[in-house]
């Protein structure tokens, strides 16, 4: 069974830095991606950082130059860097993981339980 433990939001001003840590726990794929989504109220879910297997990244042009997301495999968690924090940032974060091979928004099917991250200005 696989579950994702997500940690580390909390509440910071503007300009400020979080890292978030999710823990994996049961996931066996060799070729994967994971990454950090978001979801503020009223707002559609959206992709903040994708990490692939090979350790390839993508971010959108919101958080580029300001989010890192990193992966230690030895320990099985993903983390996410997140500096130059902006009230915009503001959203309650979720860790997720595909089920192996393709890289789709829908092909992400386990989810952590979310962590909340309030910047405020």
């Known amino acids: 069974q696989v579950q994702l433990v997500e940690s580390g939001g909390g509440s910071v001003q503007a300009g400020g830095s979080l890292r978030l840590s999710c823990a994996v726990f049961?996931?066996?794929?060799?070729?994967?991606?994971m990454g950090w989504f978001r979801q503020a109220p009223g707002r559609a879910r959206e992709q903040v950082a994708i990490i692939f297997s090979s350790d390839t990244t993508t971010y959108p042009d919101s958080v580029k130059g300001r989010f890192t997301i990193s992966q230690d495999k030895a320990n099985n968690t993903l983390y996410l860097q997140m500096n130059s924090l902006k009230p915009e940032d503001t959203a309650l974060y979720y860790c997720?993981?595909?089920?192996?091979?393709?890289?789709?928004?829908?092909?992400?099917?386990?989810w952590g339980q979310g962590t909340q991250v309030t910047v405020s200005s």
């Open positions: 049961g996931y066996s794929y060799s070729t994967y991606c």
């Open positions: 997720a993981a595909n089920k192996g091979g393709r890289c789709r928004l829908s092909d992400f099917i386990y």
